[in-house]
């Protein structure tokens, strides 16, 4: 069984990360423990529900609130990007999360490998942050190659028109 890695880089004055989805390698409890220890203030979900119920992972919810973590949830179907009717959804989200990095706290995103989708948000908040859209998304792939897997992922992370 592979490690749960969490891929790490400050951004917008705290620190973000992206892996996989919590559970789907079959332990749950050690998978947000290793989050909790790393320090996250608020965790933040990229998968609906179905792939949390299918990857041993419908409790997280649970799991996080009882450490003491928040859990935030903005579903995208697997390589796809958010529709655009919800883009006020995403801006309420994304506000709470840039001031919670702004503060210096510790944010963890994941779908299920901890690529396309999370890194679409990260690399959004990033940009939404005043990062250039070129050298953030640089940065994030020195610390996860595979983060934004598709030109539509990449295009919704930074054209913020």
Request: with cysteine.
């Given at each position: ?112 490998g901890g690529c396309g989708r999370s890194g679409m948000a ?40």
């Amino acid at each position: 069984m592979q490690d749960f890695d969490i891929h790490e880089l400050s951004a917008a004055g705290g620190v973000i990360a992206l892996g996989p989805m919590p559970g789907r390698r079959g332990d749950l409890a050690a998978d947000v423990e290793k989050i909790a220890r790393w320090g996250a203030s608020a965790v933040l979900t990229m998968t609906p529900q179905g792939e949390l119920d299918a990857h041993r992972a419908s409790t997280l919810p649970e799991a996080l609130a009882a450490r003491g973590i928040d859990w935030l949830h903005f579903a995208v179907e697997d390589f796809g990007v958010p529709a655009a009717g919800r883009a006020a959804e995403w801006s309420g989200l994304a506000i709470g999360l840039r001031a919670r990095l702004a503060k210096g706290q510790r944010v963890f995103v994941h779908c299920f490998g901890g690529c396309g989708r999370s890194g679409m948000a990260v690399l959004r908040l990033m940009v939404e942050s005043g990062d250039d859209p070129d050298a953030a998304l640089r940065q994030l792939r020195r610390v996860r190659p595979c983060a934004v897997e598709t030109d539509a992922q990449r295009l919704w992370a930074t054209d913020l028109d």
